[in-house]
């Protein structure tokens, strides 16, 4: 034994076996201070995105207690999480949960009742129920009031465990539903009662769903209907309605569009259907289809990834029939861009290398179109430079030179320049001056008060784009304070713009009326702030006159005062984006 000491203890070598056994401790509490770091960010995402939606207490079960001289049996009380991404179950003990009660840092007597401890009788069906419904009371109240002092509940919960099981990790973001004036409510918590078409184009939601989940043999032609009868309705629809035609009606056992399109089988009819349903799924989030297009971005973007992946949409990626999967990949596009979903997330969410490479090559695809565009706008921005003022036109020069006021607008409607041809869609015509005023032409079969309504109340159904219009104050009937919000796209990026208004309708004589839309001062809502890039100005001059009984002409002057505003009209102006015969067809849909 001396000679083995002698060996392996010297004095030489005390200081160093002194210093390695004096180290070992503090890299073992590095090690645990990261895995608490690391714990902590994914619960500050948990808690800041209210990911948990519901727990619960749905069921006990009892095993053998070898330990105790007081009972045979130890009760289990079995917890359900639900969450945005997963459902998950997991036993606990009336002990484990006494000793959460314990460690919470609310006062108790916030909290609910507690069951109190029995030494006889505790596995009693009595006392078995009771302390379930008390012990589900606690979870709910501490789900309700969770924040970032209650990271022992998370623990509690084994939360992390199911995330690593999941294939997710802490650097995920997490999705979170919108908090504004479109705030959707989950589908889950709503009974059939609240999910209730308020019009026409609601209830034919639940009827083409009906024959969707009927006959199967004929979904391609139900598409079909639908693709037809949504057209310049889609803006119709709630967004709550909206999520039903995508995801289903659990109370009504419907299956959404999602589920549907999941089906996959190798008959012609159900290949066509699928393309069909794709394309049908796709238009609702264009902005040539559908004017409330940013909405339904977002509404996708809510939907959860355990939703999105009923829809198997990596087998519309590489299955043998591909025509869908332009369409899919957009989609799929679409949602992670709007979630910001990392590597490791899109992974779980196709799970074939396949489609990971498929969609990998389309993003890249798509990066070089983008960066093609943008040269192209760039070229765009210096053609325009031609319709900029010279000396050869004086009297247009003078025009541009003055302060932008009602007064010159109204000074160029009644002079007779020189304005350039853009483009004419059935009599419809767009002229623009030197790229800053625009000019359009509508003769309109209908009586003028019904084209007063379309160019100021109905605008948002039929404009290019997506517009939302609130009245902040009504002064008289015909003269209020709006806000509009428009978003529109230039190329390949969104432009967001909100626009505060005097709007004023006067009537000249029985068959002329004048709408004119000036800058106000006043402030921009809160809600309006959150979401636009910028506040803007523009000026707007609407001549309406009665031609015949049910033949109104409108001709509408706008004076383009933001740079910004102006450079998404210059592809318009160069006639880039072929987005006015759209216009005009929505137009006169409502007539």
Known sequence: ??????????????????????????????QLNQKECDANELYSLIVNNHMIKDIGIIKIFKEEDRESIFKNHIVNYVIQIRTDYFDYTIPKRYSEFEKLYDQIPISQREMPKFPSKKVIQTNSRKTIAKRQEMLEKFLQYLLQHLDHTLYVFLDFLKIKQQFQKGGFDQNVKMHQFSKDENALCDLLDIGP????????????????????????????????????YYFGKIQQISPLLLKVLLIGDDERELQGIMQILSIQTNDMQSHISCINGFQFFRKILEYDYNPNAEQAIKLLSEISIKQFRTMKIQSHICGQQKLCKQDSLMILHKYIQQNQLKNQMITYLLVDDEAIREYDCYVQTYLNKMNEEVKQLKDSNENLQEFLPTKSNSIEYAILEQDPTLDQLVEISQMNLNWKYVQECERHIMYHLQGQFVKTIHPIDCSIDKAIKIFTDFKQQWFHGMIQKDILEQINENKSIIVEYYVWEDKSTFKKMAFVSDQEIIKIDDSTYQITIVPNTKQLPNHYKLKCDQKGQKM????????????????????????????????????????????????????
């Open 193 to 228: 009662k609240k999910i209730q078409p308020n019009n026409q184009a609601e209830q034919m939601i639940f009827h083409y769903l009906q024959k969707l989940n009927e006959t199967i043999n004929e979904r391609c032609k139900i598409f079909q209907k639908m693709e037809k």
């Open 540 to 591: 707007s001059l609407i001549l309406m006159k009665q031609i015949q009984l049910n033949h109104t002409e409108v001709i509408i002057y706008q004076n383009i005062m933001d740079l910004t505003f102006r450079t998404a009209l210059t592809p318009v102006i160069l006639k880039e984006i072929p987005w006015f015969n759209n216009t005009i067809t929505k137009l006169k849909a409502l007539i």
């Open 1 to 30: 034994m001396k000679q083995i000491l002698s060996q392996s203890f010297t004095h030489d070598s005390a200081p160093t076996f002194f210093r390695q056994q004096s180290e070992r401790p503090t890299i073992l509490t590095k």
